[in-house]
């Protein structure tokens, strides 16, 4: 197996699973928006304030091109990653892909805290930010349920959880 890409929701804990996920099989771990952010030199969310969703979305797909062609690595996507352009199924022919599904009310919880980092949920009241969640999840499971494997992260809430994950996104892919 050459890499591993991890998709899902915002908070869904991709980045912290295929941090501990590249650690255990000793491969390297890559966060595409950290990736993103060092080829710009910015933030996140000066891509966004400075180019727009759109420009964001063009750079993201760039790059997503080229990481999805390193071996031997761990990547995790931003959340909207599969669904822009063609690149849930680009993805799949690069690696298997697993969808780390969270409940609503799981992805609140970690996201509340962190809502500031994140262009698309800055600015949201604490109402606004579930019901946001809910709607763009919904808009975006028919991309994310795209992916060869799914798992259900949702009772593995907690972070201090993560081995458990980990070790069932190992058996899920029989690694
Ligand atoms: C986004 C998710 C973010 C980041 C950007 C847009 C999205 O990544 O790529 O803020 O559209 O869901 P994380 O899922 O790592 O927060």
């Not at 699973?17 to 996140?44: P, V």
């Amino acid at each position: 197996m050459k890499r591993i890409i991890l998709i899902g929701y915002m908070g869904a804990g991709k980045t912290t699973i295929g941090k501990a996920l590249a650690q255990e099989l000793g491969i390297a771990f890559y966060d595409l928006d950290w990736y993103i952010s060092n080829r710009m030199r910015k933030t996140i969310a000066q891509i966004f304030e400075e180019r727009g969703e759109d420009g964001f979305r063009q750079i993201e797909r760039n790059m997503l091109h080229e990481v999805a062609e390193f071996e031997d690595v761990v990547i995790s996507c931003g959340g909207g990653t599969p669904c822009f352009f063609d690149n849930i199924d680009y993805m799949n022919q690069q690696a298997p892909v697993v969808y780390l599904k969270a409940d609503p009310e799981v992805l609140y919880k970690h996201l509340a805290m962190s809502k500031n980092d994140r262009p698309l949920l800055r600015g949201k009241s604490q109402d606004e930010l579930i019901v946001f969640i809910r709607e763009q999840l919904e808009k975006r499971e028919p991309f994310y349920t795209k992916a060869a494997y799914s798992l259900d992260v949702s009772l593995m809430d907690d972070f201090t959880k993560i081995k458990n994950s980990v070790a069932q996104v190992r058996k899920l892919l029989n690694i």
